[in-house]
């Protein structure tokens, strides 16, 4: 285990060292003040919620695969487990919910009842803890969802119960955001779609338009609300069609100046996501980032520090966009610990964007605008052994945050007195 002089003596050798390339770690550390990290509430639980006692995930095309013991099963340690994550990373953070983790009180609220005082105790909670908000309306593992179709359906009564639901959430949203004098990111995704080839795709998307049209008819003041808007490639029961496609949804973003989610796990596999930022960012004034890793498809693996990240924390990084862009987590990863899953994926997360900072871009611009792409080429090699590592264990330490391996034993820990026991 490093002691604090070491890695302080460790951290001016790693200064030295990003100098001599004209980087200043201090000033990098510095701008990770303005990286957030938004976390993913179901990751404690696999996308169960609260509805019902012991609910589990259903339909919507995602699925959480494993079971590892220790699962929150309750509001209480659901907020457990993300005070004890905010203890092992640094940074800032916010909590991601979405509308099935309302505190029912073991009571039957259906999703277009849902009030305000069904989230109160996690505002409350969030004052105290010192935690932004975000929050998602929940259209799937619901019966008028078995069908395939919400907000798309062209059973009207099935489309309105959903749009009454997107509405009161965003209404849940900005109450959320004035309580806290903190902006809430409120993000709809809905897995509507087709198994096989369908042969009218125009009319569910024109049904998609209107319906989100009514929702947006409700207004909020922006420095309570945000509003997002999420894409999909395809998913299981939607292969062949997926209504809100990242053409539907960048086109609606756009023009009714919404913010629209790029989430990795999205795209087809060979498409850098990270390549999309500075387009998107030419036509929007904010986008959210839905930060997951697929494998072979949108699996919703533990982010991990891979090219993948390491592109889109660098587009950010590079296009000045840290204040432009919302970040959060999105995978659901059952067959690990799950305390040791979201810590793993936020400090992979924030070393990425570490890694942007610690750049010399403006050196790399100049070889790029000049063509000395040989020159180019040989900085980019060589910044990958730096030892950036060594300047995230000092952000660790600055945060009286356990450093590098040492948070492992204490999941250990909390495993054994804590998660093993439920």
């Not at 994550?85 to 505190?103: C, E, F, Q, S």
């Not at 086109?251 to 100046?257: D, E, H, L, T, V």
């Not at 986008?287 to 949108?298: A, F, I, K, M, Q």
Request: proline share 3%; hydrophobic share 35%; net charge neutral.
């Amino acid at each position: 285990m490093a002691t604090t002089a070491s890695i302080k003596k460790a951290y001016q050798l790693a200064r030295e060292q990003y100098k001599s390339i004209h980087v200043e770690p201090d000033t990098a550390l510095k701008k990770m003040n303005e990286v957030t990290i938004s976390l993913h509430c179901w990751q404690s639980d696999d996308v169960g919620g609260f509805e019902t006692p012991d609910a589990e995930l259903s339909g919507g095309g995602i699925q959480a695969t494993g079971h590892y013991p220790g699962k929150a099963r309750t509001i209480a340690q659901l907020k457990q487990d993300i005070e004890k994550v905010r203890t092992l990373v640094p940074g800032k953070l916010r909590l991601n919910l979405h509308a099935i983790y309302g505190d029912f009180q073991k009571k039957k609220v259906d999703r277009d009842q849902i009030e305000i005082r069904h989230f109160q105790t996690w505002i409350d909670w969030a004052k105290k803890n010192d935690f932004g908000l975000d929050f998602n309306p929940t259209c799937f593992s619901h019966p008028l969802a078995e069908d395939g179709f919400t907000l798309s359906s062209k059973n009207e009564k099935q489309r309105k119960f959903w749009v009454e639901h997107v509405r009161r959430c965003r209404k849940i949203a900005a109450e959320m955001g004035r309580q806290l004098n903190n902006p809430v990111v409120n993000n709809i995704w809905i897995p509507d779609g087709s198994k096989d080839t369908p042969v009218d795709r125009n009319t569910h998307r024109a049904l998609l338009k209107k319906s989100l049209d009514e929702i947006f008819a409700d207004h909020y003041p922006k420095k309570y609300l945000k509003d997002s808007v999420e894409s999909k490639l395809f998913g299981i029961g939607s292969e062949s069609m997926v209504v809100g496609s990242h053409e539907f949804y960048l086109g609606y973003a756009i023009q009714n100046k919404k913010l629209i989610c790029l989430d990795n796990g999205h795209y087809h596999p060979t498409e850098q996501v990270g390549d999309k930022i500075s387009s998107v960012l030419q036509f929007v004034d904010e986008l959210l980032l839905h930060v997951t890793r697929g494998v072979r498809w949108d699996s919703d693996h533990v982010v991990i520090f891979n090219d993948e990240i390491q592109l889109i924390a660098q587009e950010i990084v590079r296009a000045n966009a840290l204040k432009r862009v919302n970040i959060g987590l999105d995978y659901f990863d059952a067959s690990l610990n799950r305390i040791g899953a979201y810590v793993t994926g936020i400090r992979a997360a924030q070393l990425a964007f570490l890694f942007a900072l610690l750049e010399p871009t403006a050196t790399l611009r100049a070889y790029e605008e000049s063509g000395r792409t040989f020159e180019r080429l040989a900085l980019l090699e060589i910044l990958k052994a730096k030892p950036f590592g060594t300047v995230y264990d000092y952000y660790c330490l600055q945060n009286n945050i356990p450093v590098a391996e040492e948070y492992i034993g204490i999941i250990q820990k909390y495993e054994r007195d804590v998660l093993s026991k439920r």
